[in-house]
């Protein structure tokens, strides 16, 4: 079947106000830059941004254009702050989560690259170590105090692990280096980072593609994301960014 | 409150901490002083993991060098050694909580003789009490040894090993040694045994900036380099 739009405002036109998307990107590296563009052009409201470890810090400029525009109304996270309290103190986004405008819920980076994952695979929930012996094994960690909803843990062979429930998303913004018509796609050195797994975790995900190939020129054994997790494909011009979370 | 004690630059502590690494380790550094220690490993048969998602990271990139799809996860341009691999995130994380991982080096704000350590959010600094967990407690939960490179001390020259633990844990019971600009503390059973102390300096000196209370090893040395 034949995905491919023509533009990446025609991709993200039908997007409705309060969704949940997930933005892969491991700081600068593999974010959809250019779907968030669109989606800034777009003003779409109420946003649910489920990110993996900073692609905002890595498209600040994208951040602080939604974050302006109250397009925002949370951020899923394992590294969502500059590192840097003062260079903190001056953001947009973090004033906005420090006055409660936006919220900013957070995990650590595997038990997020987890939850994505069983999304896509169709399991619920899953018990990890990672947490245990800090807040997170607790409660939902959030600066919105009354969303701490309390965990859940249970001890296997006497050692004790966190539940954390599965992350669907209505939507995935994917960010690859090739792919064909079909959504097959391909991803370039560190770029790849969350883009595979979000790819699963998106009820309707939306790849922007540096190379768009007729189907059968990308080499079947070297498929990272089969198509069948991608529904919409659109060709990107290759955007050159600061290598920087500074 | 200027520093008590004048010790080791950040780049011979991480030398220091360089030498618990043998060759066939796989190694995991933090952002930070762990990230020096990178510059220390040339000659020895050591894979570096990052967890952005791969396995020989080779030395930072400079000018033409510079690929901005080839970061580590400290978001520095970095290149690649023979033998690299890619692999995406869940894979990535998957390796570090099963283990696979023989040497973890972070940075961290305390630390106490227990080998519990806190080091995602500073709510004196930031105002609030959430911050940056990244990639931290999965790093500790997969952890065979778990090594903490910082100053001795925090910037107002309060102590960092401390008695308790003020800030939010990143995780209890899993820090095997601790190297700073003036002492490499071991973690035992019995608590924090001081096992070397920056040359010229004296167990209570190393205590009078220390919350924790030290054991002195039979054996305390000067730290060599």
């Known amino acids: 079947m034949d995905k491919v739009y023509s533009s990446v405002e025609e991709a993200v036109a039908n997007i409705e106000d309060g969704a949940t998307i997930a933005i892969p990107g491991f700081f600068a590296a593999g974010v959809p830059r250019v779907l968030l563009q669109a989606l800034i052009k777009k003003g779409t409201k109420n946003l649910t941004l489920a990110c993996g470890c900073g692609p905002m810090l890595g498209a600040a400029e994208e951040l602080t254009q939604l974050v302006k525009n109250k397009q925002i109304k949370k951020v899923i996270d394992s590294y969502g702050l500059y590192r840097s309290a003062t260079k903190g103190l001056q953001d947009p986004f973090e004033q906005a989560v420090r006055a409660s405008e936006i919220e900013l819920e957070v995990y650590p980076m595997g038990t997020l690259a987890e939850k994505y994952r069983v999304a896509g695979a169709g399991i619920p929930a899953f018990y990890t170590p990672t947490g245990v012996g800090s ?99 659109v060709e990107v011009p290759r955007v050159s960014f600061a290598i920087t979370i500074d | 409150m200027p520093q008590k004690f004048q010790g080791l630059p950040r780049e011979m502590i991480a030398l220091r901490a360089s030498r618990e690494i043998k060759d066939g380790d796989y190694v ?152 700073t600009d003036l002492a490499v503390i071991e973690i035992t059973p019995e608590g924090p045994v001081l096992k070397e102390v920056f040359p010229g300096l004296t167990p209570e000196d190393i205590q009078s900036v220390t919350g924790a209370k030290l054991i002195i090893a039979p054996d305390l040395k000067e730290i060599e380099l």
């Not at chain 1, 001890?155 to 064909?180: N, R, W």
């Not at chain 2, 030395?59 to 978001?75: E, G, M, R, T, Y």
């Not at chain 2, 940056?132 to 107002?156: E, Q, R, V, W, Y």
Request: some cysteine.
């Open chain 2, 28 to 179: 995991n550094l933090g952002i930070g002083i762990p990230t020096l220690v990178s510059n220390w490993i040339e000659g020895k048969d050591v894979t570096l993991q990052s967890e952005i998602g791969m396995t020989k990271t080779g030395p930072l990139a400079f000018d033409d060098d510079v690929d901005q799809d080839l970061i580590n996860a400290s978001c520095q341009p970095v290149t690649e050694l023979p033998g690299i691999a890619y692999f995406d995130i869940f894979d990535s994380f998957g390796m570090i909580r099963g283990g696979y991982m023989d040497v973890i080096m972070m940075g961290a704000l305390q630390v106490n003789g227990r080998g519990d350590y806190a080091g995602w959010a500073n709510p004196a600094a930031r105002g609030m009490d959430i911050g940056n967990i990244g990639g931290s407690m999965d790093l500790c939960a997969g952890a065979t040894k778990l090594f903490i490179t910082m100053m001795h001390t925090d910037p107002d020259g309060g102590p960092k090993v401390v008695n308790e633990i003020t800030f939010p844990y990143t995780t209890k019971g899993k820090v095997n040694m601790i190297f």
């Open chain 1, 135 to 233: 807040v997170v094994e607790e409660h939902i960690v959030t600066n919105i105090i009354a969303n701490r909803k309390p965990k859940e843990t249970r001890v296997f062979d006497g050692k004790k692990y966190v539940l954390e429930y599965a992350l669907k998303t209505d939507y995935a913004f994917i960010h690859a280096y090739m792919g064909d018509r079909e959504g097959n796609l391909v991803y370039r050195k560190t770029a790849r980072n969350f883009n595979p797994v979000m790819a699963t975790a998106g009820k309707i995900t939306i790849a922007e593609v540096e190379k768009l190939v007729e189907s059968g020129k990308i080499e079947p054994d070297c498929v990272h994301t089969a198509g069948v997790y991608v529904q919409r494909v």
